[in-house]
């Protein structure tokens, strides 16, 4: 990423201020000679201010976000813009293209693979174009998901609960989301987040959508969070939106997903965003002839934010997120004060 006398330059897009570029990130080239690349949409803006990163498609099987990044792309006029927002609507092409949540390449998780390796198998270059192009020079980073094929969800944001000035701003962002849910975590080694927070960068992971699927009303939902998050950081003129209480939910010390012990049809005893409470009944595993192979129980009390949606299950896929529910947050308490919560 380059600016020069006020031009951005994003891989083989440059824009002037004011302005909107589309171009590519370079990757190779395909087995049959043709170009292999990320694409990349510059807005410039036409007065200084904060940069914007935003990235989707990180996994190929996750589309609500996608597209609600492209619809509030569009509805923005780079003109207004105080600062820079540079995006990705399709992060990892190959997976994409298999409608994947792992690069069918190498067979590896782009989001286990950061901040990449010029020199190693495609996820790892993939990973080290958009660490380059979407971190080093960001004020603030979006990494933008939805369930996959195999998870349905509550939408929630992922902030750093780590103290110092990264965690700080990373709460701040994701409050500016709107969003009720705030997930309290760690980033863990080789994830977006953590390659942006070890650069300084404050970052939050947006889950909004799940299956597999486009919902018109989820892409709408996405683009309007956007909108609220350019709004609150600055980039975009406006008065920044509140919601008035948040939950904070965290993950249990186990984990966040209960996985399964047996193969079989899985069948819900809960929905999602139920409250429920420890020995709970969560969900049964069946064989062919609907004898049960396993009930599974709420190992804690918590919120359930994700669940298996595709009843075909084996042993050790994901079935349940039960995340403990550790507070809740007013629109203008701080990181400090959430921590208080047992």
């Not at 190498?106 to 990449?116: K, V």
């Not at 004020?139 to 195999?150: E, T």
């Not at 129980?297 to 994901?318: K, M, N, Q, V, Y």
Request: net charge negative; glycine share 12%; charged share 20%.
């Amino acid at each position: 990423m380059t600016q020069q006398d006020s031009i951005l330059t994003v891989g083989s897009a440059a824009a002037r201020p004011g302005e909107r570029a589309t171009g590519w990130l370079p990757l190779g080239t395909r087995p049959d000679g043709t170009p292999l690349g990320i694409p990349v949409v510059v807005l410039n803006g036409s007065a200084p201010g904060p940069r914007l990163s935003l990235i989707a498609g990180v996994h190929g099987d996750e589309y609500d976000c996608v597209e609600g990044l492209r619809r509030f792309l569009a509805g923005i006029d780079p003109a207004d813009l105080s600062g820079s927002i540079v995006a990705t609507t399709q992060a990892n092409p190959t997976a994409f293209e298999y409608a994947s949540r792992h690069n069918p390449i190498d067979h590896l998780d782009l989001n286990r693979s950061f901040p990449g390796r010029d020199a190693g198998f495609l996820t790892e270059r993939v990973g080290a174009a958009l660490s380059s192009a979407f971190i080093e020079s960001a004020d603030y980073l979006l990494d933008l998901h939805s369930g996959g094929m195999v998870l349905g969800l509550v939408p929630f944001v992922g902030f750093d609960d780590t103290p110092g000035e990264v965690g700080e701003a990373s709460l701040r962002l994701a409050k500016a989301t709107g969003i009720e849910t705030l997930y309290a975590s760690v980033p863990f080694k080789n994830v977006l987040r953590l390659a942006a927070a070890e650069r300084g960068v404050p970052s939050i992971l947006v889950e909004i959508g799940s299956e597999g699927r486009m919902k018109e009303h989820l892409a709408d939902y996405a683009a309007a969070t956007l909108r609220r998050v350019a709004v609150g950081v600055g980039v975009l003129p406006g008065e920044p939106a509140t919601t008035a209480r948040f939950r904070v939910v965290r993950a249990a010390s186990t984990g966040e997903f209960l996985h399964a012990d047996n193969g079989g049809f899985l069948l819900h005893a809960v929905e999602l965003g139920q409250i429920v409470e420890e020995g709970d009944l969560l969900g049964r595993i069946v064989d062919p002839f609907g004898d049960e192979l396993e009930a599974i129980h709420a190992p804690h009390a918590g919120f359930i934010a994700e669940l298996r949606t595709i009843p075909a299950t084996r042993i050790g896929d994901w079935t349940y997120a039960v995340l403990p529910v550790v507070g809740e947050l007013t629109a203008t308490a701080e990181l400090a004060e959430m921590r208080s919560f047992a």
